[in-house]
Antibody
Framework: EVQLVESGGGLVQPGGSLRLSCAAS????????MNWVRQAPGKGLEWVSI????????YYADSVKGRFTVSRDNSKNTLHLQMNSLRAEDTALFYC????????????????????WGQGTLVTVSS | QSALTQPASVSGSPGQSITISCTGT?????????VSWYQQHPGKAPKLMIF???NRPSGVSSRFSGSKSGNTASLTISGLQAEDEADYYC????????????FGGGTKLTVL
């Protein structure tokens, strides 16, 4: 059974940093791209970032580019999101989502077909 | 990335059919057959309902179907049931401004 469990959320001051993690199990982690998707309170879903199965390719939404860094440790089946220079508008529930493909097997699908999701970890940016 | 355009809300009675639209541009919805739809109940994680415009994952009811015409994708739910009441989001690969994914703003489906 595929499981994705996010952690690392919490309350942080504007300008601060936070590192989210997503522990994966039940599938061959290194064979799939992984995404981060966030949802501000009472708002819609926003795609944040994607990383290829091997970790060598990454993409970001314009709203987080230059501030967030996605990475993965395939030896530990763990996905990370390093978030720096946090702003109030980054307050959201952050989900990790498994892509149905890796870049080499389904590049476009990796950005839109998310077949498993975690339950999310809440990030609150406030003074 | 600019969000894809969805109606804020739709409604229907049990047994009826409804359609939710998702309008983008030739740089996303219109340019690629990689549009997915997600269902989200309150307090729950999103669930994949349709992928690659019109494909249903295993376990998703055949009452859910997807299509695309030009820059607009659509999700149709036939034989509405009470449990279909939820928020629905479309997402597409996009090349606007930067490469990535882009979601629609979401549609609240109310089953009357």
């Amino acid at each position: 059974e595929v499981q994705l469990v996010e952690s690392g959320g919490g309350l942080v001051q504007p300008g601060g940093s936070l590192r989210l993690s997503c522990a994966a199990s039940g599938f061959t982690f290194s064979s799939y791209a992984m995404n981060w998707v966030r949802q501000a309170p009472g708002k819609g879903l926003e795609w944040v970032s994607i990383i290829s199965g091997g970790g060598g390719s990454t993409y970001y939404a314009d709203s987080v580019k230059g501030r967030f860094t996605v990475s993965r440790d395939n030896s530990k089946n763990t996905l990370h999101l390093q978030m720096n220079s946090l702003r109030a508008e980054d307050t959201a529930l952050f989900y990790c989502a498994k892509a149905s493909h890796d870049f080499w097997s389904g590049y476009y699908a990796a950005f839109s077909t998310f077949d498993y999701w975690g339950q999310g970890t809440l990030v609150t940016v406030s003074s | 990335q600019s969000a894809l355009t969805q109606p804020a809300s739709v409604s229907g009675s049990p047994g009826q059919s409804i359609t939710i639209s998702c309008t983008g541009t030739s740089s996303d919805v219109g340019g690629y057959n990689f549009v997915s739809w997600y269902q989200q109940h309150p307090g729950k994680a999103p669930k994949l309902m349709i992928f690659e415009v019109s494909n249903r994952p295993s376990g998703v009811s055949s009452r859910f179907s997807g299509s695309k015409s030009g820059n607009t994708a659509s999700l149709t739910i036939s034989g509405l049931q009470a449990e279909d009441e939820a928020d629905y989001y479309c997402v597409s690969y996009t090349t606007i401004t930067t490469l990535g994914g882009v979601f629609g703003g979401g549609t609240k489906l109310t089953v009357l």
